[in-house]
């Protein structure tokens, strides 16, 4: 965060989007506070070598908490993150 704030930028950090139906909603807030989201630095523990929209939530790629997490929040952010960078 210090490297953000240094180059004269902000950043929102949340360790409480813990359920399914956080996701949306830590999406809608940074949309709704900044207008957009530009790059998505999602902490949770997982790598995903094949397309966003194309993983199932129960595949073997989505397996405990942190993965989970990994893949509800980029889903929810993919859309904005998408239209940005089409």
Do not use: C
């Amino acid at each position: 965060m210090k490297a953000v704030r240094e180059a004269g930028g902000t950043m929102q950090s949340s360790s409480r989007a813990i359920s399914p139906t956080a996701m949306p909603v830590l999406v809608d807030f940074a949309v709704n506070t900044y207008g957009r989201i530009d790059v998505l630095f999602n902490n949770a523990e997982g790598r995903v070598l094949q397309l966003i929209e194309d993983i199932p939530m129960r595949s073997g790629i989505v397996t405990g908490v942190t993965k989970s997490i990994f893949l509800l929040l980029t889903r929810a952010a993919w859309p904005h993150l998408k239209a940005r960078h089409a």
